[in-house]
């Protein structure tokens, strides 16, 4: 029972994540900011047809096949696109993304089996971990990004609350989309500073 529970959680979140990720896509597509109702009542629209299994062809719902290449998502990128959909939502700060990427970079390597470290085992319960992670959450704070706070301090809520089929802490803060997203916008950041401020320069350049 408990185990069908989890699968339905499992795949309302893909359902609505699929509809987000489409939302953002067209969004994106065709340069348009859509009012927040209209966000919502896609979403609920596409989240069903994402959910329900649709006859034809298709014994499952879409949003089984999509989870069964993805597998589960973590919950900082769950967190992370749904409240992409909220009225005034800013944009994730640099001091988020490069942390991020960095953790990725040393975090997958080893994981996979690159050294004599498995940073993924820490994940069973560690206590440095989840001190780590409540240090950064805190940080997130400090430096006026209380979005974050909420995202980590929910994560570990999820973890503790065992959310998902996984028990491992990493797997409700991480996975490969939420990396390749930080690995891709840290060097997209940096460039559109310079850019920035090489035409800030231009501008206001004497003559």
């Known amino acids: ?5 989890m699968q339905l959680i499992a795949l309302l979140e893909m359902s609505l994540t699929c509809a987000v990720v489409l939302i953002i896509f067209l969004q994106k597509l065709f340069q348009i900011e859509l ?3 209209a966000r919502i009542a896609i979403v ?19 949003s089984a096949y999509v989870r069964g290449v993805t597998g589960d998502l973590s919950m900082v990128t769950l967190l992370l696109l749904w409240g992409s959909l909220l009225p005034a939502a800013k944009k994730t ?3 988020f993304k490069a942390p991020v990427a ?9 994981a996979l089996g690159f050294g004599m470290l498995d940073p993924y085992a820490w994940g069973y319960g ?3 971990l989840l001190m780590s992670v409540i240090v950064f959450a805190i940080l997130c704070g400090l430096v006026g990004w209380t979005k974050g706070v909420w995202i980590i301090s929910v994560a570990i809520i999820a973890w503790a609350a065992h959310w998902h089929e996984s028990v491992n802490l990493w797997d409700y803060l991480l996975d490969p989309f939420l990396a390749i997203w930080a690995l891709f916008a840290v060097p997209s950041a940096i460039y559109l500073k310079r850019r920035e401020k090489a035409q800030s320069g231009y501008l206001f350049r004497a003559g």
């Not at 029972?1 to 529970?5: D, F, G, I, S, V």
């Not at 299994?53 to 298709?58: D, I, K, Q, V």
């Not at 960095?102 to 080893?110: D, S, T």
């Open 35 to 37: 009012p927040f109702v």
């Open 102 to 110: 960095l953790i990725a970079l040393v975090f997958y390597p080893l």
């Open 44 to 62: 609920l629209l596409l989240g069903n047809l994402f959910f329900w299994p649709l006859g034809m062809s298709l014994e499952l719902p879409l």
């Open 1 to 5: 029972m408990m185990n069908q529970y």
């Open 126 to 128: 560690s206590i440095g």
């Open 93 to 95: 700060p640099f001091g």
